[in-house]
Nanobody, 126 residues
Framework: QVQLVESGGGLVQAGGSLRLSCAAS????????MAWFRQPPGKEREFVSA????????YYADSVKGRFSISRDNAKNTVYLQMNSLKLEDTAVYYC???????????????????WGQGTQVTVSS
């Protein structure tokens, strides 16, 4: 099993930056495809980004491409989401997720992610 704990959320002005972290327990982190999803207020959860086991393959939703960057440190069992040029519409609860069944991420986030964190709130103000 994998337990995921997100951190790094908060309140930031539009145009600012935040870095989210997701710390994973257990030895299986390096064998997990990792992803970030978000759920804006009143909306369904949506895919943000995903990264392969080694970090060689990354995918992003069109809405964040060029502004967000996903990375991972397998020695620290941690995946990161660097968010730059934040917009009001980036306001959401951000979740990290792990898929231990596949070795590559789906470009649209359609992996079967069976482990989820509790989420961290990101609020972008004008």
């Amino acid at each position: 099993q994998v337990q995921l704990v997100e951190s790094g959320g908060g309140l930031v002005q539009a145009g600012g930056s935040l870095r989210l972290s997701c710390a994973a327990s257990g030895r299986a982190f390096s064998r997990s495809v990792m992803a970030w999803f978000r759920q804006p207020p009143g909306k369904e959860r949506e895919f943000v980004s995903a990264i392969s086991l080694t970090g060689a393959i990354t995918y992003y939703a069109d809405s964040v491409k060029g502004r967000f960057s996903i990375s991972r440190d397998n020695a620290k069992n941690t995946v990161y989401l660097q968010m730059n040029s934040l917009k009001l519409e980036d306001t959401a609860v951000y979740y990290c997720a792990a898929d231990q069944k596949r070795t590559i991420p789906d470009p649209l986030g359609r992996n079967e992610y069976d482990y989820w964190g509790q989420g961290t709130q990101v609020t972008v103000s004008s």
